[in-house]
């Protein structure tokens, strides 16, 4: 069992970063991966970025280049960098965690979940 809190969300001009935490806690922390995603009013929930307990990272298509997922298993937690935002990525934020047996970028795999934290963009 874990449980997620995300922060680190706000307001931020386009072109600008902010970085998101996932503080976790449970003692098998370090045996699950850790995702992110976000969704928009009106839209699904879109898969972002994940990271295994031994750091190999696979990112979506929209963030490439832009985003950097990590972790900190010592201090279990885990970070989304979010560099050159544009209005598009505005959402709410959520962190995940799963078991890492199977790779998945669905919603519907990921059994532990943070209550999500604002990104707004401006133009």
């Known amino acids: 069992q874990v449980q997620l ?6 307001l931020v001009q ?15 922390f370090s045996s699950y991966a850790m995702g992110w995603f976000r969704q928009a009013p009106g839209k699904e929930r879109e898969f972002v970025a994940t990271i295994w307990s031994g750091g190999s ?10 985003f950097t997922i990590s972790r900190d298993n010592a201090k279990n937690t885990g970070y ?17 965690a799963r078991l ?3 790779f998945s970028t669905t919603p519907n795999m990921y059994p532990y979940w943070g209550q999500g934290t604002q990104v707004t963009v401006s133009s």
């Open 5 to 10: 809190v995300e922060s680190g969300g706000g």
């Open 14 to 28: 386009a072109g600008g970063s902010l970085r998101l935490s996932c503080a976790g806690s449970g003692r098998a």
């Open 57 to 66: 990272t696979y990112y979506g298509d929209s963030v490439k280049g832009r």
């Open 80 to 96: 989304l960098q979010m560099n050159s935002l544009k209005p598009e990525d505005t959402a709410v934020y959520y962190c995940a």
């Open 100 to 102: 890492a047996v199977v």
